[in-house]
């Protein structure tokens, strides 16, 4: 009796052992699981396209981190050298010279981003124009007096989207008149913008922002909350009139701050309205939420042109859009979908 007994101890001594060893196994896996699983913040600024963009992540590492950061920076420079048309050896800069001689072929990106500047033309029934080049640099040089009616309707020769041939076939564009000029900074930064996202979630990221100078997007969440973007007070610098939480979307601002020229003490915004060939005065900043950063990007320009009645009822009519409108008086519109906590 009493051997047995010893005996049943010994295995109930030997079966909490190896419960207790178990256990302590188990709990040794979940913490180096849970340490290699826990996320940090990791960001970093540049200066490109002429303004500050900014990558955010959270990353398992700092060497994960600085490889999507990296690989997202080099997808903002590639893009920079076909889609800029300041860059000499830019695709756009190629097009613009040989406007009037003869077509020139095209990569994807730009292709791409040309037939959406085509289809936001439409859209916005005119307002929207990559064309707008020519009446830009009149007004860029005219520094003493705004540039004369004749010059303006000479410019006004050179723009309308419907001039541009486009070949789908050989992904080829021609500008057919010898002086057209196009210029993406209506759109290009918000295509990069998802170019540079797109490469970060290709890394295996699932939650960071990517902004550039305003154009921003955003997937997944900053920890436990979703990104927010700020509302810039278009007067006053580094003040918020709103925080938006971003659900895995994109929020782009055109404002009348960003870009101007000073002519007789007189300030012209950078927008330029290419149905009468004048910068737009009326407009202080639009701000557009979309899906894609491309499509917000277009959008928040082409509302600025069209104004805020006809621009709001343009959000109000695209489902997927969201608009916010500050006019010149300061009055302050919204589409139907928006709603503001600051
Ligand atoms: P954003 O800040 O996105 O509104 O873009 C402003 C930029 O768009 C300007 O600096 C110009 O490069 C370009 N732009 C100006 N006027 C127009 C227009 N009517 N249509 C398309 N792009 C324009
Ligand atoms: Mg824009």
Known sequence: MEADAVVINMRKLQTNHIIFIVFILLISLYCRYSSANKLSLYSKQEIKMGTLVEVQLLASSQRVANKAISAAFSEVDRLENILSSYRNNSEVAKLNHNAGIKSVKVGNDLWIVIKKAIQINHLSKGAFDITFKPLWDLWKTNTQSPPSLNQINCALKLVGTEKIKLDSDNHSVFLPIKGMKIDLGGIAKGYVVDKALHVLEKLGIKNALVNAGGDLRAIGKHFDR??????????????????????NEAIVTSGDYERYLIIQGKRYPHIIDPRTGYPVQNMISVTVIGPTAMEADAISTSIFVIGDREGLKLANKLSSIEAIIIDKKGDFYKSNGISLNN
């Open 226 to 247: 979703f990104w927010t973007a700020g509302i810039r007070h278009p007067r006053k610098k580094g003040v918020n009139i709103a925080s938006l939480p971003i659900h």
